[in-house]
């Protein structure tokens, strides 16, 4: 699976827009980009995944760079619940679905 | 959220003992992972399962055993528990491998 590299922390103000980006130079050609989210003390959940196509869904869109080395995940409108660590994954092939978290990227969502 | 319980929820038990962890869904999902959590680790993959008695091993597998013998429950155990293996683990469930959704969690401490 792909390594990939995120800023440690980010802030936002609520009611602008979250952009969290990923770097994923060793992505390979079958490997998709997963984001995931984790609220403190609850299990992470997924936000949204793509492969080299923008790709938007009710909870976030996700913009992957046309050489496929970095991505950004762009949380539209954020909100104090949007606090979170998010998790940016490269993972595909045929390894059941073995994700592979990072330290992920802390949003903090400030009044 | 998808129909996935853990079982119990908080468990304090002593070194050298045995303990059972229950993972039990509702989706009929085919994929069904046991995580741990710990500071500074980020989530690891312990064990998976591709399917009824179906399992293989993950990224930190040691000192822990997993059973599937039908499609809606996920056991792991540990035959003797050790400090180490005091956690938060997660149970998630897939049926399309890497789209994963996370149970609450149950939180372990071994004394």
């Known amino acids: 699976d792909a390594k990939t590299t995120q800023p440690p922390s980010m802030d936002c103000a609520e009611g602008r827009a979250a952009n969290l980006p990923c770097n994923h130079s060793t992505i390979s050609g079958n490997e998709y980009v997963y984001w995931y989210r984790q609220i403190h003390s609850q299990g992470p959940q997924y936000i949204i995944h793509?492969?080299?196509n923008n790709e938007t869904n009710e909870m976030a869109s996700l913009i992957i760079t046309e050489d496929r080395k970095s991505s950004t995940l762009i949380l539209p409108h954020a909100t104090l619940r949007d606090t979170a660590v998010y998790y940016c994954?490269?993972?595909?092939?045929?390894?059941?679905?073995?994700?592979?978290f990072g330290q992920g990227t802390i949003l903090t969502v400030h009044p | 959220d998808a129909g996935i319980t853990q079982s119990p929820r908080h468990k304090v038990t002593e070194t050298g003992t045995p303990v059972t962890l229950r993972c039990h869904q509702t989706?009929?999902?085919?994929?069904m992972y046991w995580y741990r959590q710990d500071p500074g680790h980020g989530l690891r993959l312990i064990h998976y399962s591709y399917g009824v008695k179906d399992t293989d091993k993950g990224e930190v597998s040691d000192g822990y055993s997993v059973s599937r013998s039908k499609t809606e429950d996920f056991l792991l155990t540990l035959e003797s528990a050790t400090s180490s293996q005091t956690s938060v683990y997660f149970c998630?469930?897939?049926?399309?491998?890497?789209?994963?959704?996370f149970g609450p969690g149950t939180r372990l401490t071994v004394t």
């Open positions: 998630a469930i897939s049926d399309s491998t890497y789209e994963q959704y």
């Open positions: 989706e009929n999902h085919r994929y």
């Open positions: 994954i490269g993972a595909g092939g045929t390894s059941y679905g073995k994700l592979t």
């Open positions: 793509g492969l080299k």
